[in-house]
């Protein structure tokens, strides 16, 4: 059911974005805009005209890597795995229509067709994680109907690398929760290979390692006796986390690499379009070299392209968007921010203990009999301690406007605490079921469609669960209007 409705949302997406693209003139922006080489044909100008609305802003980077490889500086900022599938895509199953459309236009279809499929796959598994973590399958499966209609859904839609890496990253958290190591580590490591915040999640092999070290730990003092028996433990175990942790960051590390090569070797002869050279003299892009100039991040001891990047071309960095014209854009990522401080807020107050011994302490034999469902279980602590890292890196050290698709691409919790939140606030939603518990479940399933319910009823709600339901909403439509239009959005 949350799979149909997911694919009628995108449908849905689709539909408003094109209607909005024609009735709403786009706004001028001062963003990455090449021109269209070969010059489009009239079913180029048709596919444009339905789904042009999809080819903003970073978007234009992916299509343009896709296409030409990474021929400015700049570019290197996106990682290659999306751009790659693209190509892909648009060369493979999409090679009979190049009779019929440019390659660009092929590109901007593999994204609409390639982000619909890793968006409804990202939902199941959102649904499966959320019911192998929360214990509980009518929140689980309340959160991915959540999902369909993310606050960052036009990222998902749009031709921006997020829905891959959210299936990724979603299902490698799934993989880790059944026990899978070596599948969580893969998907973990392509989802680096998708977008640089992939490094964030080494954290949760590190916390799961040391977290099976401690309980052993605490089983019995006999073979902790054993010196040697200890040193062979922590030897593998560190082992393991180097292992894990290296495969992670290998992606990151093997583009950064790359990048070198390509700018900071020797010159290479390039075929550049003129009029891509023109734009680079224009805006100030910084092309491939070819008479053995080098960029200044090249002589760096550690020359990593992707900080460079950042720090130059969009100033990113420790406090530098607490402007006082950047107010408009805390206002942007003021619900997120909020609704990420709340759930931490709430994990933290239900389980104080588990927090302060950082889950690694052996639950007591009269706690194991009593298991606890739902977002404040206690399997859902480094979860949350992974939103918060998110939550402060992006708020202080990033523009702050992203938030919100950088946590709904990220973390399961943004919509764990809103379905905990709606459930909570209006129960008459599970009225039967409810008392249907068994082993592992906290109800088999909802009355209905939940989601339909709520917005058939949402004037009768409660206040949480109408500002819950209603920034959701929101997000989702305003995000369609103003992305879809050239205008500034989260």
Known sequence: EARGHLLSSGSLSSSFQAAFDLLIPDHTADAFSPPRLPEPGA????????????????????????????????????FPLYPLSLRAVADGALWPLQQLLRLRSRLLLSAVLLNSLFSVLAAAALYKLGCAVLRCQKTAFLAALLFCISPANVFLTAAYSESMFTVLTFSAMWQLEKGQSWLSVLLFTLATGVRANGLVNAGFFLYSHSKSFALQLQVGSGWVRKLSLLERQILGVASSVLLTCAGICLPFALFQYYAYVRFCGPGQELAVPELLQHLALDKGYRLVPPNGVKPPWCSQRFPVVYSYIQDVYWN?????????????????????????????????????????????????????????FGFCCPTVFVYVVHATALLVLGFFCMHVQVLTRFLGSSSPVLYWFSAHLLQQHEGWLWKEGADRQSSGSC????????????????????????????????????????????????
């Not at 789904?51 to 021929?71: K, M, P, R, S, T």
Request: proline share 6%; charged share 15%.
């Open 316 to 372: 990113v960095g420790f406090l530098r968007y607490f402007e006082l014209r950047q107010i408009p854009n805390f206002l942007l990522a003021l619900p997120v921010t909020f609704l990420g401080l709340w759930a931490t807020w709430t994990f933290i107050v239900t389980n104080p203990r588990h927090c302060l011994t950082l889950g690694l302490e052996r639950r007591k034999k009269e706690q194991e009999g009593k298991p606890r």
């Open 443 to 490: 109800g088999k399933g909802p009355v209905g469609h939940p989601l339909l319910r709520l917005l058939l009823n949402y004037r009768s709600m409660t206040p949480i669960a109408q500002c819950v339901l209603g920034y959701f909403v929101s997000y989702w439509l305003l995000g369609l209007v103003l992305h879809c239009n050239c205008l500034p959005w989260t």
């Open 43 to 78: 079913c180029d100008l048709l596919l444009e005209w339905l789904l042009g609305g999809l080819a903003h802003w970073d978007a234009e980077h992916f299509l343009f890597i896709a296409q030409w490889g990474y021929l400015y500086e700049h570019n290197c900022a996106f």
